[in-house]
C-alpha cells in the first residue's frame, strides 16, 4: 500500500485538474447562442440539404471488403513474422512450436482459400464494378 501513494496523488491531482478546468469553463465561458453557433459544421463549408440522404449500396460493399481484406492482414502479418523463426533465441516467447507448424501453416492456407473464394465471388457478383 505503501508504493501506491504516488499513484493515488497522481489521481487526486488529475481528478482535480478535470473539475476545476470544468468549473471554470462553466463560469467564465459564453453563453449566448446563435445561430451561426448552432449549424452544424461541416469542414468549413455550409451544409447543404438534408444530411440523412441514403448511400449507394456499393459505398457500403467497398467497406465491407475492405474490412474482410484489412483484418485478413491483421491475421497474416503476426503469423508470418513469428511462424517461422530461424532459432528460438531470436524471440523468447514468440513463434510456433516446431511440432505445430505444420498444422498452423495448414490452418493459414485454409484461412487464405476461404478468404480467395470470398474475393472471388464478390468478383462473379460485380461488386468491383463501379457503374
Keep these: 500500500m505503501e508504493n501506491s501513494y504516488p499513484i493515488l496523488l497522481f489521481v487526486g491531482v488529475l481528478v482535480g485538474f478535470v473539475v476545476a478546468n470544468l468549473i471554470i469553463i462553466h463560469v467564465v465561458g459564453p453563453r449566448k447562442k446563435t445561430a451561426v ?16 440522404q441514403p448511400f449507394d449500396v456499393k459505398f457500403y460493399l467497398v467497406a465491407i471488403l475492405f474490412l474482410v ?9 503476426p503469423w508470418a513474422v513469428s511462424a ?11 513463434g ?4 505445430l507448424q505444420g498444422t498452423v501453416f495448414a ?3 485454409v484461412f487464405m482459400a476461404t478468404l480467395a473464394i ?4 464478390a468478383w462473379r457478383k460485380g461488386v468491383f464494378k463501379w457503374r
Design 96 to 99: 510456433v512450436p516446431v511440432e
Design 118 to 121: 470470398a474475393y472471388v465471388y
Design 69 to 77: 481484406f484489412d483484418v485478413e492482414l491483421l491475421f497474416l502479418y
Design 37 to 52: 453557433k448552432q449549424m452544424p459544421y461541416e469542414s468549413g463549408m455550409d451544409p447543404i440539404g438534408d444530411a440523412r
Design 84 to 94: 517461422y523463426l530461424d532459432h528460438p533465441s531470436q524471440a523468447v516467447g514468440i
Design 107 to 109: 490452418v493459414m492456407l
